[in-house]
């Protein structure tokens, strides 16, 4: 299948890789997803654009402590973590060390184009998984998938072979903790969910 390898033989983190991988400071998490492929089913793509999360940080999720609802973000490294916001959109984290995660937001979209538009409604590349609750659209990704390993399907992740030219700036959409450079991006990347400034 094509998720099955990355564009340059690669193949997915499974196992004690994706822990290792996880197992480490979100930022550092955060910055080098940047060019990984994220799969889920027979779609998916490159992804551009991540944000940095810890338990210490007031914009948060595990600010407060496990709850019910962010109970998967306490769970292993490279676990999923879906929630909903303004009661409408799905976002997608990756669990780093307990409390810490990463939040995906911008994947520039490779396979499963035609699953993607039928469910985006839109053939513009740029606009299918540009943004958090897009990208979740796009990739059929809602509460049913919370909670569950990286290597489990639908997902797959495949590491990149070269790192990513970074660009770094503040969070978006937070009113806590606004200023935290904890926001990344693939330098010229035109599926961003917004420019960098």
């Keep these: 299948m094509t ?3 990355g564009a340059n033989g690669t193949a997915p ?3 004690h890789e994706l822990q290792s991988f996880f197992e480490r400071d979100a930022i550092a998490v955060a910055r080098e997803l940047l060019a990984c492929r994220l799969f889920v089913g027979n779609a998916g793509g490159r992804i551009v654009e991540t944000e940095a999360y810890f338990p210490d940080d007031e914009a948060s999720h595990a600010f407060r402590g496990p709850t019910r609802r962010n109970g998967a973000m306490f769970g292993r490294p ?3 973590y879906i929630y909903r916001i303004y009661g409408m959109h799905w976002c997608l984290n990756f ?9 995906i937001r911008a994947v520039e979209p490779e ?4 699953e993607m538009i039928a469910r985006r409604g839109t053939d513009v590349p740029a606009q299918l998984c540009s943004g958090p609750g897009k990208l979740c659209q796009a990739l059929g990704i809602d509460i049913a998938l919370n909670d569950r390993l990286l290597d489990r399907k639908p997902f797959s992740i495949v590491p990149s072979a070269r790192p990513a030219d970074i660009v770094t700036g503040k969070r978006i959409g937070i009113t806590k903790n606004a200023e935290a450079p904890w926001r990344f991006g693939i330098l010229g990347s035109p599926y961003l969910s917004k420019p960098f400034r």
């Design 3 to 5: 998720q099955a390898l």
């Design 13 to 15: 983190l499974t196992g």
């Design 78 to 80: 490279g676990n999923v």
């Design 95 to 103: 669990v780093c060390t307990p409390g810490s995660a990463v939040l």
């Design 111 to 114: 396979v499963g184009l035609a």
